[in-house]
């Protein structure tokens, strides 16, 4: 059985070099991409979860999970509601919810970032089951509504 050097939990699900997926992937322990996916990747949520983004992967997808580690390019939104890690060289493109991120020298990020370390266990657990538009276009709206509001009683 496969080990992940960072976790100790077993590899359950790997997505090999060369190969290609579109859709959603819901997996839970621990997921392995080697190759290519378009769409969503979401943690069952009453395990806890690990996904490995190795070097040689091409995401672009929204993912959810507990512990995200990231080599490859990842063009999309995550929550990663305990650990984000970007390792060199990898690439991380689109919105982060996380309690902790990790950026290694040489890695890149182009996006914005929330941290979630202030929530409770609950309101974690919440964040895993909402969708990322429900939340950020509600934040999104909420501030463009400030910002119109401050025009107005200018």
Known sequence: MA???SNS???????????HFHGRINFSDTLRIDGVVCG?????????SVLIITETAKVEADIIADIVIVSGMVSGNIKAIERL???????????????????QDGALFQGECITIRHLSTEEKEAL??????NIHSTNVLTS???????????
């Not at 590899?11 to 190969?19: R, T």
């Not at 969503?40 to 806890?48: A, G, L, N």
């Not at 895993?128 to 538009?133: A, D, I, M, N």
């Open 3 to 5: 080990k992940n050097s």
């Open 9 to 19: 939990d077993v590899i359950s699900g790997l997505l090999g070099v060369g190969s």
């Open 40 to 48: 969503e990747i979401i943690c069952k949520k009453s395990k806890k």
């Open 85 to 103: 890690e970007l390792h060199a060289p990898g690439r991380v493109e689109g919105m982060v919810y996380t309690s902790d991120f990790y950026i």
């Open 128 to 133: 895993k089951l909402e969708g990322f538009y």
């Open 144 to 154: 463009n509504r400030k910002a119109i509001q401050n025009l107005l009683d200018y």
